[in-house]
């Protein structure tokens, strides 16, 4: 098992053909954080404006894809990544094993992967630009369990050897959208929350069908126990990954977004103000010119 690297000035992804909502770019390059099996695990990298210049380190935002640990793609989070690189961070988007693609125990091998790609930031932190000190996990369903994974699993049997372990694999901050974390009890993060654990934003739907709002607020008032900053938000009519950026007219993706900005700042993770705007809505959508409409207070809970 092998660490590599791709800069930017060497695999650009000039090729990409899919189709792109308004809200989102192609990412800047690839970089290949490990490689089991022969296989390279790869990241979508957006990089910030100065990322050129000498001797900046810029915060960064790692995010792992959902799809029951089986499905999902990395570019499924390209919108994410395009706001917060405008933000002025380095965001990369994760490509982790996934059961039947890679014929891999799950999510054991994908919380390895998580990691991983964590503690490759943090190794390179220099030459990638990255501040090792204002490093944000984040992860929708499936990958919310990854994501919380690297701020709660400890056991030794849930690293690999591809970096140091030395290097730490906790991120500053964890942002959770619909976490899913229905798995055996020695990989589930509720199960290995301790005093000490990074701050937490959870986003979950009033409507989900897969993830009750009892289990998220039971998952932030255990935060709350371990003295762990925590901050809950409940989309009433929200179902299972209703936060998804795909679609560039879904309100509660910029809701999401702009508190999870917010929480940063108060975090020392960013500066500023979030720089969030509504798009507008093009022929089909409604009201041509007219830009979408914020989520209002009457459409959401807020535990804090």
């Not at 660490?3 to 000035?9: E, K, P, R, V, Y």
């Not at 810029?58 to 499905?71: A, D, E, R, Y």
């Not at 950026?245 to 960013?270: A, M, Q």
């Amino acid at each position: 098992m092998r660490a590599f690297l791709f800069f930017a000035s060497v695999f650009f992804l000039n090729e990409v053909v899919w189709a792109l909502p308004p809200n989102s770019r192609k990412p800047d390059t690839q970089w290949i954080y490990k490689s089991v099996h022969g296989k390279d695990l790869k990241m979508d990298v957006f990089l910030p404006s100065g990322y050129s210049l000498e001797g900046k380190l810029f915060p960064t935002m790692v995010i792992f894809h959902g799809g029951s640990w089986n499905g999902g793609e990395s570019n499924w989070h390209w919108p994410d990544c395009t706001y917060w690189s405008n933000r002025g961070m380095v965001a990369v988007s994760v490509d982790y094993r996934l059961k039947n693609r890679d014929q891999v125990q799950v999510p054991l091998e994908c919380v390895k992967d998580a990691k991983s790609a964590i503690r490759f930031l943090r190794s390179n932190s220099g030459r990638l630009k990255v501040d090792s000190k204002r490093i944000v996990a984040m992860g929708d369903s499936a990958g919310g369990q990854l994501a919380a994974a690297t701020a709660t699993l400890t056991d030794s049997k849930i690293n690999d050897e591809a970096y140091d372990l030395s290097i730490s694999c906790v991120p500053q901050v964890v942002v959770l959208t619909c976490p899913w974390f229905k798995t055996t009890p020695d990989l589930c993060p509720p199960n290995h929350v301790k005093k000490g654990s990074p701050p937490f934003i959870t986003f979950a739907g009033g409507s989900d069908t897969a993830i009750s709002v009892a289990e998220m607020i039971e998952f932030h008032e255990l935060l709350k126990e371990k003295e762990i900053v925590s901050e809950l938000y409940i989309g009433n009519q929200g179902k299972h990954g209703f936060c998804n950026g795909r679609n560039p007219y879904n309100r509660f993706f910029y809701w999401s977004v702009d508190l999870t900005d917010r929480f940063l700042v108060k975090h020392g993770i960013l500066d500023g103000a979030s720089t969030v705007s509504m798009p507008k809505l093009e022929k089909g959508f409604g009201a041509t010119g007219k830009k979408l409409r914020k989520v209002r207070e009457a459409e959401y809970q807020s535990f804090l």
